[in-house]
């Protein structure tokens, strides 16, 4: 998959994680978030990854759990975000794709 824009406003998703203020918005990016397909989730994750950091904070959230030992989606998700760190020119994109690497669910 190719380096994609974190500043891409062509996801939904993402567009919806930056303008999210409210209690009820950000808990309906949560659900998105939870409910994306895995392959839309994969294309999303540069855009997901450069979010402010409360933003982020949820992204993490859905992310642990979808990369817990027996998550059927943690090999493709791990496996993307090794790819965006090292193709990535953004510093807090790459340090937080390490750091999550490191730990995952």
Not at 56 to 68: I, N
């Amino acid at each position: 998959m190719a380096d994609e824009d974190p500043d891409d406003a062509g996801s939904t998703l993402v567009r919806s994680g930056k303008t999210a203020l409210t209690f009820t918005e950000m808990a309906a990016f949560v659900h998105e978030l939870e409910a994306r397909p895995a392959p839309r989730l994969l294309e999303d994750l540069p855009g997901l990854m450069a979010l402010p950091e409360a933003k982020y904070g949820l992204v993490v959230m859905v992310l642990r759990k979808k990369t817990r030992p027996d998550g059927a989606e943690r090999g493709r998700i791990l496996e993307r975000l090794g790819e965006l760190q090292s193709s990535t020119d953004d510093p807090v994109v790459r340090e937080r794709c390490k750091v999550f690497r490191e730990r995952p669910g």
